[in-house]
């Protein structure tokens, strides 16, 4: 597995080693999307799913660190 394939198959909450566990039971559907999509892999994530700002800018930093 090369370095780059590494860090796409590791998730956001892997790569800032911060997990916060499952949305409250009463989670609207952006707050329950927002914590599947932490837990995705960055290497599945689709151009509709890539979230917005700084969150998009760490994971594009992580991903050229590799090259």
Do not use: C, W
């Amino acid at each position: 597995m090369t370095a780059s394939n590494f860090r796409e198959s590791l998730s956001l909450e892997q790569i800032e080693n911060s997990y916060g566990g499952d949305p409250p039971a009463d989670a609207t559907r952006l707050v329950a999307t927002a914590h599947a999509l932490r837990r995705r892999p960055i290497g599945t994530l689709e151009e509709h799913d890539a979230p917005p700002g700084s969150i998009r800018k760490t994971i594009n930093g992580f991903l050229s660190s590799a090259e």
